[in-house]
């Protein structure tokens, strides 16, 4: 048995040893089965109306839903501000690094499959990426800083493109002469054959296993899952996941014209000249590149509530599903965390969600429940799954600028929505 294979199975019996969730633990949060109040959810219309009257979001859609039924489902504001377009529930919005975690669970149907292995080297599937090196930043005689190329220790693997430990980074944040590798990676035409050689090119930012670096692994990861499958990223999605959860507006690109008019647009601030689902290329990019609506993450948030499965489809084994909702970088990883780590204070990281580990060290400690899973892009759409609570809630909206204070306010009138 594999290494990797071996901490699976590892894993799994500790959990059904356990009896229960993680969350059954938890010294914070809502104790499991408290109500929730319909009432209390109340402040979150004038929470987003006051955002939008201040310019700060366009609008937004947000449902929270507990034991298989909606419990909140509001639309918010403008679709299209400039042309006076109201915004409804089939809006579809981009879900930038949301993506991530649809390419990690395709990633891992075929894990479950035997198709790939979690300590299988990206090079088996990509083979340029046996020659990857680690970028070391020095200081020359003169003082000037230089990069040197060093092997990796070991090749970097399938897990550390789920885990993000790959070392492959993004080249638009943080700096230094790795960041200034990246620069140009996105020009031209291009599909995810391609883009993965480019990255095949540039340097690690660090060895593998040794730092969560968040950049370009889940895009890599997106051509190993072509190159297994035999299938473009999107037809094996839409095939093995897609539509059999109905997640039908869940797409790399918009070319129905009624669907291009129902994109949600950003405000004038918040228009870049980046790419969006509007403009059709070859890229398919599973770090970033879909869109989606609220009625289909409806589906996706309850698949994952029931530990991955729906209306009587396994699509995760148990095996699967805890492996992908628990921590693995966390202390006696190895993994060291930066001012860049995303999952955030009380969070870990599981293969393409954040797992909620602890408290954290605020006072009082964020809202959420111990082994709530989660994710967010950067315009805004949001995922949280609370399994203690039988719960998951969903913020759709396109505000790069705003998104932020939006996310965690909705979060935590949800969570002061639970009664003692």
Known sequence: MSASCLRYATLL?????????????AAFGPRPGAALSAEKLAPIEGFINGEIAAGHIPGAVVLVQRHGQPVYLKAFGKRDVNAGVPMTLDTIFPIHSVTKTITSVAAMLLVDRGAIALDDPVSKYIPSFADTKVGVERKDESGRPVLDLVPPRRPINIEDLLLHTSGITYGFYGAGLVKVA?????????????????????PLAEQPRTLWDYGHSADVLGRVIEVASGQSLYQFEKQ?????????TTKFFLTDPAERARYAQPLD?????????????????????MVST???FARYGQMLLDGGKL?????????????????????????ARNYFYYPGDGFGFGYGFGVRTGPGNAVPPPPGSLGEIKWDGATGCYIVVDRAEDMFFVVMQDSPSGRIHVITTVKKIIYDAFEN
């Open 13 to 25: 019996g500790a959990l059904l040893a356990a009896g229960a969730s993680p969350a059954a633990d």
């Open 182 to 202: 990246y620069q140009g990676i996105y020009l031209g035409d291009f599909d995810n054959a391609g883009f993965a050689e480019r990255i095949a090119t540039r």
């Open 240 to 248: 093995n996941l897609l539509d059999p959860l109905g997640m039908t």
């Open 269 to 289: 601030k918040d228009r870049h000249v980046e790419r969006n689902s509007l403009n059709v290329t070859r890229w398919e990019s599973g770090g970033g590149g």
């Open 294 to 296: 609220v009625g289909d």
């Open 311 to 335: 209306d009587g489809k396994t699509y995760l084994s148990p095996a699967t599903f805890a492996a992908m909702t628990t921590d693995h970088i966390g202390p006696g990883s190895g993994v």
